[in-house]
């Protein structure tokens, strides 16, 4: 009997299957535009051409992203600011099904909690819910320093100085409107204490490892300087900019 095991879910499941169903049929219109002569060959082929670029190329990318980052590991999370900070609290925001909140929660050291927060939308990660979550902090055995929660990012349900970090990992893209987005800011530097830090991680929209696995839905993401200027205009200092692979990640200090 196999010992059960944490369940962290795809992101965009549901998007990642249509995708591929439409970019299957462009691949399938392709290949008879070959086949066939003529006028009627050629409309295919275009068909095909475009539905394979604008559906299959992301579908096919955003499957292989799940895969290359699930096998990922970044157990050494933040140790360089847990080290100046005595009995940290750590909030993480759009915490899903817990895949960085555990392992955040697996590099605090005893006696540290970690909070999450979430609105729990399954069209975000497969699976994705509270009990999911809770779940697996319990199989990862950090639910002793851990507690997760309804939540949003414009609307945090804490007090004012709670937190000496908070870590958002692609999530404020997600927050569509730019009111929302600076909302979202101003929420998180209430809750975060004096010199407290932030942690932001976002894609590069013209990052070509972006746009390799997400073709034309790179445009969902940012550029660099959009987040620049959205945190330096609420009053934070950026410490750090790290790029790990087209996506990067801000090191921010109240």
Known sequence: MSEEKPKYGWYVK???LTFNIIGSFGLAAFIIG???????????????????VLFLWP???LAAMNIILGKEDSEDWGMEMLSKIQSPSVLDIGCGTGRTAIKIA??????????GIDIYNVNAISGNSLETVNRNAELEGVSDKSKFQYGSATEI??????????????????VHDYEDKERAMKEI?????????????????Y????????????MVFQRRKYWDDLIRKHGFTILKYENFGGYGQFTVQK
């Open 14 to 16: 549901n998007l990642i």
């Open 34 to 52: 070959l086949i066939l002569l003529g006028m009627l060959g050629v409309i295919l082929s275009i068909i095909g051409i475009t539905l394979m």
């Open 59 to 61: 579908g096919l990318g």
């Open 106 to 115: 697996k590099s605090l050291p005893k006696g540290c909690h970690l909070n």
């Open 157 to 174: 349900p804490f007090e004012d100085n709670k937190f000496n970090i908070v870590n958002l990992s692609s999530v404020l893209h997600e």
């Open 189 to 205: 530097h209430r809750v975060l204490k004096p010199k407290g830090f932030l942690i932001i991680g976002e894609w590069n929209r």
């Open 207 to 218: 990052s070509w490892q972006l746009i390799l696995y997400s073709g034309i839905l790179c």
